[in-house]
Nanobody
Framework: QVTLVESGGGSVQAGSSLSLSCKAS?????????MKWYRQAPGKEREVVVD???????RYADPVKGRFTFSRDHAKNTVNLQMNNLRPEDTATYYC???????????????WGQGTQVTVSS
């Protein structure tokens, strides 16, 4: 079973920074997994914060470009989202989602963390 645990959220003032982490456990070493960050603000649809193009390069949603940075620590099965210059519009619950790619040996699936709350006050 794959389990994702997010951490690092909190309540901060606009202009502050937060670093979110998502720790994955239960990965099968013979399967391929991707990771994305999503967020969902109150009353709004869930949206992608960062995903990846066909070359594996991070693509950031327009509202966070230049402020958020994705990184991965493969040895620790952890991904991070460094969020700088936070704005009230960034207030949301942030989720990491991992997808297991289909192969002969690996069935496709997606796994969600339970989310971490980020609140940015003006």
């Amino acid at each position: 079973q794959v389990t994702l645990v997010e951490s690092g959220g909190g309540s901060v003032q606009a202009g502050s920074s937060l670093s979110l982490s998502c720790k994955a456990s239960g990965y099968n070493q013979y399967c391929t997994y991707t990771m994305k960050w999503y967020r969902q603000a109150p009353g709004k649809e869930r949206e992608v914060v960062v995903d990846f193009d066909s070359a594996g390069n991070a693509r950031y949603a327009d509202p966070v470009k230049g402020r958020f940075t994705f990184s991965r620590d493969h040895a620790k099965n952890t991904v991070n989202l460094q969020m700088n210059n936070l704005r009230p519009e960034d207030t949301a619950t942030y989720y990491c989602k991992s997808e297991r790619r289909r192969t002969y040996y690996c069935t496709p699936a997606e796994f969600w963390g339970q989310g971490t709350q980020v609140t940015v006050s003006s």
